[in-house]
């Protein structure tokens, strides 16, 4: 008997679901997203449907139509989830960039409180750290561990800061 490359998705209502993908690894790891969509809609509906409305998730990351199985490191016996999308959203601001919005109204023509652009708050962040002075903040981002350094370099950091009796005195 000839091996089954398969995986299994998780679908709307919770139930696992396996998808045979294909009789070679070669193959499997070839297989495009979209084409993936198609056998799984094949199998859920029995006929072909539109993919264009379907996500999935592997590895909690949205796998994108044009990538492949190997793209995601997406192994035989592997599981994926199946979502809707969500309506609403748009896009981001670019770094530096903000969005063209209009002002929202309610039902008597009042304006709504808006969402804060990336710019607003990028200027309230810094505007604070002003106030409270640069000692505080550099120790507070210490205290919490946040550093530029992956490698460990920074560790060094924890425990060993003249700033403690600031902190101390603002607390």
Same mark, same amino acid.
């Given at each position: ?15 696992? !679901? ?9 193959e499997f ?7 993936? /969509?198609? /056998?799984?809609?094949? #199998?859920?509906?029995?006929?072909? $449907? $539109?993919?264009? =409305?379907?996500? !999935?998730?592997? $590895? ?10 190997? =793209? ?31 002002e929202p109204? =309610?039902? %008597? ?12 708050? %990028? ?8 106030? !409270? ?7 507070? !981002?210490? #205290? ?19 700033? =403690?009796?600031?902190?101390? #005195?603002?607390?």
């Amino acid at each position: 008997m000839e091996k089954i490359y398969r995986v299994f998705e998780v679908g709307l209502k919770g139930e696992r !679901i396996p998808v045979d993908i294909s009789h070679s690894e070669t193959e499997f790891n070839e297989l495009k997203i979209t084409k993936f /969509k198609e /056998k799984l809609l094949q #199998k859920l509906l029995g006929q072909a $449907a $539109a993919a264009d =409305d379907l996500r !999935i998730l592997f $590895a909690s990351v949205q796998v994108e139509d044009g990538k492949t199985f190997l =793209d995601y490191n997406v192994k035989d016996q592997s599981t994926l989830l199946m979502v809707l999308p969500l309506p609403g959203g748009g896009p981001m601001p670019a770094p530096g960039e903000d969005l063209e919005r209009e002002e929202p109204l =309610d039902g %008597c023509g009042n304006t709504l409180q808006t969402v804060p652009t990336l710019t607003d708050l %990028c200027e309230y962040v810094v505007e604070t750290w002003d106030e !409270i002075g640069m000692e505080i903040v550099v120790k507070s !981002i210490k #205290k919490c561990g946040i550093f530029n350094a992956i490698d460990g370099t920074e560790d060094d950091y924890l425990g060993n800061d003249p700033y =403690d009796d600031v902190i101390q #005195k603002a607390d």
